[in-house]
């Protein structure tokens, strides 16, 4: 079955880094295109960013623009959001997301606090 596992979140003052990780199983990887896709406590659901099958091409909402890096390895059947310069409003979970028809599998989400 499709499985996507999230890692890496954790808690980080502002202006900190993380990087997360998900590890694809499943299906082929290198197939599909992959997202990023968050939600702050009490909010609705924000597309982060997103990368072609390749990862030659990418895309990201303004508010991480600058800041967050998407990639992928597809040897390695693992997509990754490089997030640098944090702030308190990019706490959230994260989910990473297969782009099928829409987005039809999700990861259970990892946690990113931002906090002094």
């Known amino acids: 079955e499709v499985q996507l596992v999230e890692s890496g979140g954790g808690l980080v003052q502002p202006g900190g880094s993380l990087r997360l990780s998900c590890a694809a199983s499943?299906?082929?990887?290198?197939?599909?295109?992959m997202s990023w896709v968050r939600q702050a406590p009490g909010k609705g659901l924000e597309w982060v960013s997103a990368?072609?099958?390749?990862?030659?091409?990418?895309s990201y909402a303004d508010s991480v623009k600058g800041r967050f890096t998407i990639s992928r390895d597809n040897a390695k059947n693992t997509l990754y959001l490089q997030m640098n310069s944090l702030k308190p409003e990019d706490t959230a979970v994260y989910y990473c997301?297969?782009?099928?028809?829409?987005?039809?599998?999700w990861g259970q989400g990892t946690q990113v606090t931002v906090s002094s």
């Open positions: 997301v297969r782009v099928g028809v829409g987005y039809d599998y």
């Open positions: 499943g299906f082929t990887f290198s197939s599909y295109a």
């Open positions: 990368i072609n099958i390749g990862g030659g091409s990418t």
